[in-house]
């Protein structure tokens, strides 16, 4: 659709101190439970907290580079991108986050 743009709400969810380096935040929206994760250069992602091999809670696994090992059984998930990395096959939704004056806003709809 030429000339149509996309305007996305963002919802305030704290501070970025709110969130250790290299950890993750869980929160809860109306299309469900979302990680946002801060890497050591203090990058933010967010993707729905479900790892796609068994619905692991992402924001508990190991964050590392650009990627998270998930905790349940070791698959690791780019937090770019959503998909499983290596041979495993799969992906979890993404939603934009970014931040502004050092609070951290989350976009109310998923990005594919």
């Known amino acids: 659709m030429d000339g149509m743009r996309v305007v996305e709400n963002f919802d305030d969810i704290g501070a970025l101190e709110d969130i250790p380096r290299l950890g993750a935040r869980t929160v809860t929206t109306t299309l469900g439970d979302v990680a ?22 992402l924001s508990q696994g190991i964050v590392h580079g650009d990627s998270v090992t998930c905790p349940l059984h ?39």
Request: proline letters at 5%; hydrophobic letters at 40%; aromatic letters at 6%.
């Open 74 to 112: 070791g698959w690791v998930i780019s937090l770019q991108t959503g998909h499983a990395m290596g041979l495993d096959k799969g992906c979890t939704p993404r939603f934009t986050v970014k931040v502004e004056n050092g609070r951290i806003l989350l976009a109310s709809g998923v990005i594919a």
């Open 36 to 57: 946002v994760f801060r890497t050591a250069d203090d990058t933010l992602y967010a993707l729905r907290d479900q790892c796609p091999h068994k619905a692991g809670p």
